[in-house]
C-alpha cells in the first residue's frame, strides 16, 4: 500500500481479504451479505468508487415491478417464451429477497400497484396489450401463484386526474421501495457484520497470479483470494469483453403537491418513461429512447432534449393545469447488453461478475448478489 498507511491500518484495514467486492450497490452489497452470513470468518472488503454508490443503486425510480404488458411483450422480440419467463422469475424472486433481507418497512415497500398508460392516439396500441393480458396472466401466474396480474382498469383513469389517457392496464402486484433508504439499510447491515466498505477507492486495474488476485486503486494495492465485480455498467472499463452497454436514465421530481392525486408506479411508452409519487410529490424520468446514442455513456448529466420531453408530459398529461415546480433533477447510469439475461459467471480463476441488469437491478440485485456469490470457491 502506499507509504501513508501505517502498520495499524494496513494490518487492521487493509490486509488478509479472502473476497473483495468492487461496486457498493445493490448487487455489490447483496454478494457481501450472502457471503457472510454463509461463512462468518470471511474477511470482506467492498470498494467504491464514490462517496456513494456511483451507478443507479440510489439514483433510480425505486419501481418494485417485473415488467409491464408492453415490456414484455418487446422483450418477447428478443428472448423465447422460457428465457422471459426465467427473467420475470429471477425479477420476482429478486424483489422476495430484498423484502425479507431488509424488511419492508426499511425500505419503505408500499404494494399501490403498477399502471401502464397509453394516450388517446394510441388506442392501437393500447388494444394489442390488452389482447395479451390473458397470455401473461397464465405465464406469470405460473411463476409467482398469482392468476389475476393485470387487468385493464379504465375506470381508475378519472381518479388520477390525467389528462389524454384513456387506457389503463393494471399490474396489482407491483410496488414501490425508497432506494435511499434501501441502500442505508443494506450498508448498515454489512457493515454490522464487519465488512468494510471503502468509498472513494476507484479500481483501476485488475491483475492476478497463481495464489492471489490483485486490485490496483486510487488508494493504492489491495491483495485478496477472489474478487467479485459488480458494478453493472462500469464493468466493461476494467474487463472489455463483456457485453455491457451503459444507459443513463435522466430524472425529475417536483415539489411537494397538495392534495396530489397519483399514487402508484406508472410505466409508458413500453418502459422507457416512467414515474411515481414520492413523499407528495411526482418523480418522472426515463425517455432514453430520444436519444440511444448519446444515453450511451457513462456520464452523469442531463440534456434538454430529454427534459423538454419530461416536462412536456408531466404538464400537459399526468400534471394537467397545475403550476408545480421541479425541485430536482439527476441522472444514474444503468447497464445493458444484446441479451437480457444478466451476466452472473465466473470470468476466470478468482475473478467473478454479477452485472448486466437491464434497468431492472432494484428487482434482481440482491439476488444476483446471492448467485454470484454461491460461485465463490472458499
Known sequence: MKNSFSYWEQESFLNGFDVLIVGSGIVGLSAALSLKSQSPRLKIGVLEAGFLPGGASTKNAGFACFGSISELIEELKIGSEDEIAELIELRWKGLKKLRENLGDKAISFEQYGGYEVFKTTEADFANTCNEQIPYFNKLIGSIIGKTDIYAVNNDKIADFG?????NLIRNKYEGQIDTGKMMKALLSKVQGMGITVFNNCQVQKIESNSND????????K???RSIILATNALSKELIPDLDVIPGRGQVLITEPIPGLKIKG?????????YFRNIDDRILLGGGRDLDFEAEQTLEPGITDIIQTYLEKLLFETILPEQKVKIEHRWSGVMGFGKELKPIVKKIRPGLYCAVRCNGMGVAMGS????QVAELIEI
Do not use: A, D
Open 265 to 273: 408506479s406508472f410505466h409508458y411508452n413500453r418502459g422507457y418513461t
Open 367 to 370: 439476488l444476483l448478489g446471492e
Open 162 to 166: 390525467m389528462n389524454g389517457i384513456t
Open 222 to 224: 489491495f491483495q485478496t
Open 213 to 220: 488476485q490483485l486490485l490496483i486503486t486510487n488508494q493504492g
